[in-house]
Each structure stands twice: as C-alpha cells, then as structure tokens.
C-alpha cells in the first residue's frame, strides 16, 4: 500500500511537472485551453473540484501510458523506458526547431 501510494505521489509530482515544461513550451495557451475544458458545468468559471477533477484523470491517464504492463505500478524497466522516450521526443523537438 505505501509503494502504491509512493508512486502516486511521484505521477503527481510527474504530472505537475510535465505540465508546467509544456505550458512554458507552448506559451500557457495550451494550458488556458485544458483548464476551460475542467468547467463541466459551462459556467465560464473553473472550480478547484473541476481543477481537481480534470487533474486527476490527467494523472490516472499518464500512469496508464507509463505503467505499460498494467499491473498498477511503474517498474525500473518503465521507467527507463518512459526516459528514452522522452530523450527521443526532446530531440526531435530541437531537430524540428533548428529546421525553422
């Protein structure tokens, strides 16, 4: 139970981070956009439990993608392999930037 709740935290913290690196990255009008799509009830406003809502399927779906066998927990294997992947998107990414 504690692992369960320990790798938890580290996709919260993962998630928190990989989403301010892509708001910095696409100037915050990404994440503007992500936020409004949390205020379910089309008020024009954006509740912390709408916030919290939205963030937390955000954070089931990115563990989802990393935990790639299922089982509920990331590995040593998973995680490496969420690392190469994410050297290989980095680079492509400065590959399609030094093209402009």
Same mark, same amino acid.
Not at 1 to 4: C, H, P
Not at 9 to 14: D, G, K, Q
């Given at each position: 139970?504690?692992?369960?709740i320990? *790798?938890l =935290?580290?996709?919260?913290?993962?998630a928190?981070? =990989? =989403?301010?690196? *892509?708001?910095e990255?696409?100037?915050?009008?990404?994440?503007?956009?992500h936020?409004?799509?949390? +205020?379910?009830?089309? +008020?024009? !406003?954006v509740?912390?439990?709408? %916030?919290?809502?939205? /963030?937390?399927?955000?954070?089931?779906?990115h %563990?989802? @993608? /990393?935990d790639?066998?299922? +089982?509920g %927990?990331?590995?040593?294997?998973?995680? !490496?392999?969420? @690392?190469?992947?994410? !050297? =290989?998107?980095?680079?492509?990414?400065? /590959?399609? !930037?030094?093209e402009?």
């Open positions: 139970m504690k692992k369960s320990s *790798y =935290a580290l996709s919260v913290v993962l928190f981070g =990989a =989403a301010s690196v *892509y708001a990255h696409h100037g915050g009008k990404e994440t503007e956009k936020e409004m799509k949390a +205020d379910v009830n089309n +008020d024009g !406003k509740s912390f439990e709408e %916030f919290k809502s939205a /963030r937390m399927k955000h954070m089931e779906e %563990f989802k @993608r /990393r790639t066998n299922g +089982d %927990f990331i590995d040593a294997d998973e995680k !490496k392999a969420a @690392r190469e992947k994410h !050297k =290989a998107h980095k680079k492509a990414c400065k /590959r399609k !930037k030094s402009h």
